[in-house]
């Protein structure tokens, strides 16, 4: 009976842990997720297209955090971030294609409108480069190895490793497909608002800009 006893006890000090972890790890995860970063201004920018380009690059993010805490769950992260030359590599590469993205964001706004005849063609071509564009986007910004490493082994049990990081990892993901799609319906919203006018070319020019200004801060570590 006591043993009985002391298990529900240690069940249900478990379950009220988890509840705390789960909280405080949605708290921090959603706080970073709302902060403007790249691929905040990315998404929005792909809202000026429509809401399914704003969708597909919101899946390509969640591709890369799949990625990203693959290699926390295997290790291999810890691998790439004790070897200081590959991961400047990554870090610098990261930040050239950040940098070529908001020069191609900049030099090209969100164009004119296009000829009725072509816009199916066009919005399937932009969708699947704005998934290809979006999981490169995180992929680019090996930083997010570091967060990932940093933030899951303070929520997750070493008995439970596995387990705590499919837990939590769908956690931060759930996270990050809200927040986007928030932002692309936000986003898509103001563009409606907008069309394809001057200040819409202008305001998808600053989102350009903000997206170099990450990439210099990344690869200045």
């Avoid at 990625?67 to 290790?75: K, P, R």
Wanted: hydrophobic share 50%; with cysteine.
């Amino acid at each position: 009976m006591t043993i009985v006893t002391t298990y529900i006890c240690q069940l249900k000090l478990g379950k009220i842990m988890t509840l705390e972890s789960t909280l405080q790890f949605l708290a921090i995860t959603l706080f970073l997720e709302v902060t403007p970063g790249p691929g905040v201004m990315f998404i929005l920018y792909q809202s000026a297209f429509s809401f399914r380009n704003a969708v597909a690059g919101t899946l390509g993010l969640l591709t890369s955090n799949v990625i990203w805490i693959s290699l926390v769950a295997t290790g291999l992260g810890l691998v790439l971030t004790q070897n200081p030359s590959v991961f400047d590599a990554l870090r610098y590469a990261g930040a050239v294609y950040l940098v070529y993205l908001g020069y191609k964001i900049i030099h090209y706004g969100i164009g004119k409108p296009k000829a009725n005849d072509n816009i199916h063609a066009e919005q399937h071509k932009s969708t699947w480069s704005s998934y290809r564009q979006g999981m490169l986007t995180s992929l680019s910004n090996p930083k997010a190895l570091l967060f990932f490493m940093a933030l899951f082994p303070q929520f997750t049990r070493p008995e439970y490793f596995i387990e705590d990081i499919i837990y939590f990892g769908l956690l931060k993901m759930t996270c990050l497909a809200i927040v986007m799609i928030s932002y692309g319906i936000m986003g898509r919203r103001m563009f409606n608002y907008m069309g394809k006018s001057t200040w819409a070319n202008t305001i998808s020019r600053v989102f350009g800009g903000g997206i170099i200004i990450a990439a210099i801060a990344i690869a200045r570590g």
